[in-house]
């Protein structure tokens, strides 16, 4: 079980979550999150998805992000997509556990 924390920052509305996948190519997801259009996004979606389909698509598609352009509110710079898709990359290795940051200067 691969096992992430994203702080998108201002909003303040931390996600947790937790990917798990028995042969790398599905992934079951357990996120937990404060948003509310986060947690309607992975209620209507469901936690399992093909690992390929989620996490080696071209950015900005894919189940989790074509979801989000049809039903979040407008803020493009939210993190916590990309969290949860590196969360399950790792877990499927399909890429490194390796933290990633923006910092303001």
Do not use: W, Y
Request: glycine share 8%.
């Amino acid at each position: 079980m691969t096992k992430v924390t994203i702080n998108p920052g201002i909003c303040g509305f931390i996600t947790k979550v937790e990917a798990s996948s028995r042969d790398g190519e599905e992934v079951t997801l357990k996120v937990a999150s404060d948003c509310e259009a986060v947690q309607k996004m992975m209620k209507e979606l469901g936690d399992t998805f093909d690992a390929f389909e989620l996490c080696l698509t071209k950015p900005g598609n894919g189940p989790l992000f074509g979801f989000a352009s049809q039903h979040f509110p407008v803020h493009a710079a939210c993190p916590v997509i990309a969290g949860i898709i590196k969360c399950a990359e790792a877990e499927c290795q399909l890429a490194l556990p390796r933290n990633s940051e923006i910092i303001f200067e």
